[in-house]
Every structure is written in structure tokens, then in C-alpha cells.
């Protein structure tokens, strides 16, 4: 078994961040944002036994505001806002697009001479909208995703690969934002009209051949 674990903490005086337009889905501008805090620990491990090689791997990151922050905001659109288009964050919100938690689980194992069979884990925990620094609506939710790689050797230069991303066919989301835009947007239960989603890719599968 080999293992490594890692800890860091930075702490940014005056940081600069990226602040989400309330006009306009993708545009935006950059903003002093007082002091930030990142802090995390990294583990590794990894091993073999018999044909199987196994690893997983863990990584902690807590991103948070430290200063009150005043950001722009539109009331339309974030209803936490206050009257005068504001937004107030407090020390300790998270800084959005960041997972608190994240972890990958995969395991080979040669189940011939000629076939290699890999599965793979990867999990995120949720993370905070753009746009919502003030932590104030639901995150966009964790997810849990299954791949598959497998080769076969045909003869001692060529293999057959196959490679199955999201196997499961698992619908997630990698970032998100609140923003305002002037379309007749059909309404989401429980979901503010301003809230945008960029979806994780779907299943893919790819075959092929490998030359040595």
C-alpha cells in the first residue's frame, strides 16, 4: 500500500473575484472581495493485490469569505438582495463553484492475460451558485459518477479499448449562476426563474484500437 496526505491553508488579503452580471447570463466584471480563506487536506492511497490495483483518492477544501462584502445584485432577481441592488456576505459564506468535498474510488483488475476491467468513482459534494455569495439559496446538488475501461489484446502490438464515461447516465451539474435574461422562461417548481445550470455531459462511449 503507498499513501501521501497533503495540508494547506492560504489566507488572501484585498482578493479579487469574479462577480455574475444580474443583467446578462455569462457576463460579468471583477471585484476587490476583502479577505478569503482556502484551507484543505489531500489523502492518496493506492495498492495491489493479486491481479486487482486499487486507489482512492480524498480532498477537503473549505473556500469562505472572511470580511463583509457588499455586491452588486438585482432584488428581480435575487430576493435576498436588499432594496438598494445589494448583496451582503458575510465572514464565513463559501465561495461559489467550489465542493466542499471530492472523491475518486477505481480498481483494475487483469481477468486474463489478454483482459484488462477498470471501474471508477468520482463523487463531488454540492457547491454555491454564482451569484449567490451570500449563500442564501440551495446549492447545486452533489453528484455520484460511474466510468468503465476495459481492454482486450488482440496480438502482442494491438489492443481493443472501450472507454464508458457516466455509465449510469447520471444527470448532474458542474457550476451554476443566478442571472436575469428577457425570455418567457418555463418555471421550475421550487426553482427561481434566474437560476442557470451548465449539465454534465451524458453518457459517452468510445471503442477503439491501440497500437504498440
Known amino acids: 500500500v503507498r499513501w501521501s496526505t ?12 469574479f462577480v455574475a452580471s444580474p443583467a446578462l447570463v455569462g457576463a460579468g466584471f471583477f471585484q476587490n472581495a476583502g479577505t478569503t480563506q482556502r484551507w484543505g487536506l489531500e489523502l492518496d492511497l493506492s495498492g495491489r493485490h493479486g491481479r486487482s490495483d486499487w486507489y482512492a483518492s480524498y ?11 457588499h455586491l452588486p445584485a438585482d432584488s428581480e432577481v435575487n430576493p435576498f438582495a436588499t432594496e438598494e441592488d445589494e448583496l451582503v456576505v458575510e ?6 463553484g467550489i465542493p466542499t468535498h471530492g472523491l475518486k474510488l477505481g480498481m483494475a483488475r487483469q481477468v486474463t492475460t489478454a483482459w484488462r476491467l477498470a471501474v471508477e468513482t468520482i463523487a463531488a459534494s454540492n457547491r454555491v451558485l454564482l451569484g449567490d455569495e451570500g449563500n442564501d439559496h440551495a446549492p447545486i ?12 489484446r488482440l496480438g502482442a502490438h494491438v ?4 472507454s464508458v464515461d457516466n455509465l449510469l447516465d447520471t444527470e448532474y451539474a458542474t457550476f451554476g449562476v443566478l442571472a436575469e435574461v428577457d425570455l418567457d422562461l418555463p418555471q421550475i417548481a421550487g426553482e427561481p426563474r434566474a437560476r442557470f445550470l451548465t449539465p454534465g455531459p451524458p453518457r459517452g462511449t468510445w471503442v477503439g484500437l491501440r497500437v504498440r
Open 159 to 162: 489492443d481493443v479499448v472501450l
Open 141 to 152: 446538488p452533489g453528484y455520484v459518477l460511474l466510468n468503465l475501461r476495459s481492454s482486450y
Open 91 to 96: 465572514p464565513g459564506d463559501r465561495l461559489p
Open 59 to 69: 480532498g477537503l477544501t473549505r473556500a469562505t469569505f472572511e470580511s463583509v462584502v
Open 6 to 17: 497533503a495540508w494547506y491553508r492560504s489566507r488572501i488579503a484585498d482578493d479579487i473575484i
